[in-house]
Nanobody
Framework: QVQLVESGGGSVQTGGSLSLSCAASGYSNTFPSMGWVRQAPGKEREWVAYVHIGGGEAYADSVKGRFTASRDSAKNTVYLQLNSLKPEDTAIYYC??????????????????WGQGTQVTVSS
């Protein structure tokens, strides 16, 4: 049984920083892509970032230049460093993993496994 367990998150003021991490277990191979998706109250899930097995990264325009994703592929672990946080970054952040080598990893629907979510709250 595949499980993704997140840690980190919390509450900060505008301009602050937070770190998230996510460790996967129960999967014997390396995920082609691991990433992060967030959901703000009353809104749909929004893809935030991914790191593919080759180490390449991609970011949503809304977080580019402020967030940094990284991964340890050997451990199927992914991280997200959130800097220069804004109130509009407030959301539940979900770790996600895809087993699809040809998936559209910038779309939330391309991910097969999900973490339980961790709250990030940014106050003004």
């Amino acid at each position: 049984q595949v499980q993704l367990v997140e840690s980190g998150g919390g509450s900060v003021q505008t301009g602050g920083s937070l770190s998230l991490s996510c460790a996967a277990s129960g999967y014997s191979n390396t995920f082609p892509s691991m990433g992060w998706v967030r959901q703000a109250p009353g809104k749909e899930r929004e893809w935030v970032a991914y790191v593919h097995i080759g180490g390449g990264e991609a970011y949503a325009d809304s977080v580019k230049g402020r967030f940094t994703a990284s991964r340890d592929s050997a451990k199927n672990t992914v991280y997200l460093q959130l800097n220069s946080l804004k109130p509009e970054d407030t959301a539940i952040y979900y770790c996600a993993a895809s087993v699809d080598w040809g998936g559209r990893w910038s779309e939330a629907r391309s991910y097969n496994y999900w973490g339980q979510g961790t709250q990030v709250t940014v106050s003004s």
